[in-house]
């Protein structure tokens, strides 16, 4: 009875001691996860803090503050899964505080940023969806560093492909394409159109128009924009020749 009952005994040590390390380990997860949690928090109330002071008013001002705090939202509701997405957000933000209050930026500079808001927007789709993202770049050229580039022009092919594209289909998906050769800027963006979006609000909408404005008055001739459909694909070019722009300023100095 006494090998029994010390049996028991030990057996019974034994099985506090599991439960103690399992307390203590999982004291220990919940300590990391406040943590984590509270990480995530803080840069997400810093970002916050950096769209309230958005203060974009002109036509090289044409992102809105509430998209950011949708975008904000979104990304905090997946914290845990897009913590990366966050530090993009960050750039972006960044970017159109300080960078875009230059008249100009560098091609390499205006690309990263476009990067940066397509990884932000894939928060809104699906895993699964088809977003095919290619750039062709002669980092070699000598105008791709060079401050020739108004800031923000790609904002509004982007996330207009994300906002009207059909996001539902099996067979949907949105293409973005830079290309930057010879001294020219390339972007093509196509995408699905869904159903439940009317062609004429892509094309009539205020953040088209301001992105023609802009270019005729910074580019003059010197670039192209088509934007067209071709059955249930909407694609959207535009083409810089910052060469000739390049050129052109140069000799009204």
């Known amino acids: 009875m006494q090998d029994i009952a010390l049996f028991i005994l030990i057996t019974a040590l034994v099985i506090i001691a599991i439960l103690g390390a399992v307390i203590i380990y999982l004291l220990r997860q919940l300590r990391n996860a406040d943590k984590t949690r509270n990480d995530v928090q803080a840069k997400f109330t810093t970002l ?60 390499q500079e205006e690309i990263e940023f476009a990067l940066n808001l397509i990884e932000i927007n894939k928060i809104k789709v699906s895993p699964l969806f088809e977003l095919k993202v290619k750039s062709k770049l002669d980092d070699e050229d000598p105008l791709y560093t060079q401050r020739i580039m108004a800031p923000l022009i790609s904002i509004d092919l982007i996330e207009n492909a994300f906002k009207h594209a059909d996001l539902q289909s099996a067979d949907a998906f949105i293409s973005i394409v830079f290309e930057f050769k010879d001294s020219t800027f390339s972007l093509t963006v196509s995408n699905k159109i869904s159903s439940k979006t009317a062609l004429r609000k892509e094309k009539g909408g205020i953040g088209s128009e301001t992105l023609e404005q802009r270019l005729k008055l910074i580019y003059k001739n010197n ?9 249930d694909v909407f694609i959207a070019h535009l083409k810089i020749n910052l060469l000739e722009h390049k050129t052109q300023m140069l000799a009204t100095r």
């Open 48 to 107: 916050e803090n950096k769209v309230d002071s958005l203060q974009l008013e002109t036509l090289e001002s044409r992102l809105n503050p509430h998209l950011f705090k949708n975008v904000l939202n979104s990304i905090q509701s997946h914290a845990y899964q897009t913590y990366f997405a966050l530090d993009k957000l960050a750039n972006v933000l960044d970017y159109i505080l300080y960078e875009s209050r230059n008249r100009f930026v560098t091609p």
């Open 223 to 231: 670039f192209r924009l088509d934007r067209f459909k071709e059955e």
